[in-house]
């Protein structure tokens, strides 16, 4: 098998990651990580700003009479430990919402902060060109909080807005836009948006449509979600939401960023996560499911992620991340990749202590009246770190992980505890070197698939399993 070393992209993969700990204090921010949260919501604190120039949208308290809140869009907050400086600046996102409706609001998350945060005159509009930080004029649309434009989160918090009258369509995607007026010495983020991030230039720029004040943050470097965890619509109780959980297989790594003589280039595609795929084959089914994205980079099951920025547990985040998710009525569950691959002592988990997870949420999911599929593990084979210039040896590809893999996608084969079971494993295996990602679906480090195989992850999906809820 090939070492690190061997592999440049791979090398590339590993400098990212490193880089953020030591090589990029302009743009980074290393602050103590917060202690957990239960995930509750709080209310939003109540205080007054400045509105600009952008009149709010129609603005209620609730949802409009029969209609119930939905997940259109969302990101699995990961930590606090490493974060943009953007005291006095403004951030913009962009998005695709997977589900429609005529009222929004949005879910601001301060899960992992230490410390409280303030954000200001928050605006969504619609994206003029993936890839540019233009919005179209005059689809501006201020949200408030208690109809203020002002927000402040504690340490811990989660705080919606309230919901807005605003137009939102099926992957017609929208920028979520916000100023930061005081110091935020710690922001919650989501690692690795898969995504454009832009930053401005000092000032409040939230409301402009033209992005000239904005510029791109280093993709793959600090291109994360920041504060922002959900973006909810209101629709009919028919409609409800299936929250995709899961490591950077459910996140998307490489579903954006294509690599050329080693080097990442720049943002090429968009939305071509496996949920995005999974999305787009319900809507043309006519099954009214909005999926919600949960997954996280380096996530693991039974413990904290290798690197802190690689989120809590599975175990520990799954109320915050799946049964708390608006509208949730069915799971898609699919982790393990890092358990075996990432092991913090060594050697990685027995099979049996991750089945024993596995049938702990199958459990939770159970007793929450929710629906869950588990997946098999996607192959790994040669996707091994050796030889770096620290202590490190990432095991994906050594017997102990694939004997791991084995015996635990064997198990979820043929259990039936759970309420159905999606072949990922077999689908995305290269069936001439049984272990390997089929070439077609190799991004290039033996771990990630590419767009197509993310796309062909969703066509793995027996659409049945979530016609009807049990």
């Known amino acids: 098998m090939r070492s690190e070393l061997q592999n440049p992209r791979q090398l590339v993969r590993m400098a990212h990651w490193w880089s953020m700990w030591l090589c990029l204090p302009w743009l980074l921010m290393v602050t103590a990580c917060g202690p957990s949260s239960d995930g509750a919501v709080a209310p939003a604190q109540r205080t007054s700003a400045s509105q600009g120039n952008t009149p709010a949208c129609p603005r209620s308290d609730s949802a409009p009479a029969g209609l119930y809140p939905v997940t259109a869009w969302k990101a699995a907050p990961s930590d606090a430990l490493i974060t943009h400086p953007i005291?006095?600046?403004?951030?913009?996102?962009?998005?695709?919402?997977?589900?429609?409706?005529?009222?929004?609001?949005?879910?601001?998350?301060?899960?992992?902060?230490?410390?409280?945060?303030?954000?200001?005159?928050?605006?969504?509009?619609?994206?003029?060109?993936?890839?540019?930080?233009?919005?179209?004029?005059?689809?501006?649309?201020?949200?408030?909080?208690?109809?203020?434009?002002?927000?402040?989160?504690?340490?811990?918090?989660?705080?919606?807005?309230?919901?807005?009258?605003y137009p939102l369509r099926a992957f017609e995607r929208v920028g979520v836009s916000f100023y930061a007026p005081e110091a935020t010495p710690q922001l919650t983020?989501?690692?690795?948006?898969?995504?454009?991030?832009?930053?401005?230039?000092?000032?409040?720029?939230?409301?402009?449509?033209?992005?000239?004040?904005?510029?791109?943050?280093?993709?793959?470097?600090?291109?994360?979600?920041?504060?922002?965890?959900?973006?909810?619509?209101?629709?009919?109780?028919s409609v409800s939401t299936l929250v995709a959980v899961g490591d950077s297989i459910t996140d998307g790594s490489d579903s954006t960023t294509g690599f050329k003589d080693g080097q990442p280039s720049p943002m090429t595609s968009t939305d071509q996560r496996y949920p995005d795929h999974l999305q787009r084959r319900l809507l043309t089914a006519g099954l009214p499911l909005t999926v919600a994205n949960a997954g996280i980079g380096g996530n693991e099951l039974l413990k904290d992620g290798w690197l802190p920025q690689f989120g809590k547990a599975l175990l520990d985040r799954f109320d915050a991340d799946v049964l708390q998710t608006a509208g949730v009525t069915h799971v898609l569950l699919m982790i393990g990749t890092n358990d075996f691959g990432n092991p913090k002592a060594g050697l990685p988990p027995t099979s049996e202590a991750l089945i024993a997870g596995y049938k702990e949420l199958i459990a939770r999911a159970h007793r929450a009246g929710l629906n869950i599929v588990l997946g098999t593990i996607p192959p790994a084979e040669g996707a091994v770190t050796e030889g770096l210039l620290v202590p490190l040896r990432v095991m994906h590809g050594t017997e102990q992980a694939r004997r791991g893999r084995d015996e635990v996608n064997a198990w979820i084969r043929q259990q039936t505890l759970s309420d159905g079971v999606v072949d990922f494993a077999t689908c995305l295996e290269d069936p001439k070197r049984p272990g390997y990602l089929a070439p077609q679906y190799n991004s290039g480090d033996n771990l990630h698939p590419t767009p197509a195989g993310y796309a062909a992850m969703a066509q793995c999906v027996d659409l049945r399993l979530f016609q009807t809820m049990d």
């Not at 913009?92 to 945060?117: I, M």
């Not at 720029?205 to 291109?223: F, I, L, M, N, V």
């Open 87 to 165: 005291s006095g600046l403004s951030v913009r996102h962009a998005l695709a919402p997977h589900w429609g409706g005529d009222w929004v609001r949005l879910r601001l998350s301060n899960r992992y902060s230490t410390a409280p945060v303030t954000l200001e005159n928050l605006h969504i509009a619609k994206e003029k060109s993936p890839g540019l930080p233009d919005m179209v004029a005059g689809t501006e649309c201020l949200l408030t909080f208690n109809g203020q434009p002002r927000v402040t989160l504690q340490a811990g918090q989660t705080v919606l807005s309230d919901w807005v009258q």
């Open 189 to 237: 983020r989501h690692l690795n948006a898969n995504e454009l991030v832009y930053v401005s230039m000092p000032g409040d720029h939230a409301a402009e449509a033209a992005g000239g004040a904005y510029q791109a943050t280093p993709d793959g470097y600090a291109s994360n979600f920041l504060v922002i965890e959900a973006l909810e619509t209101a629709a009919s109780k």
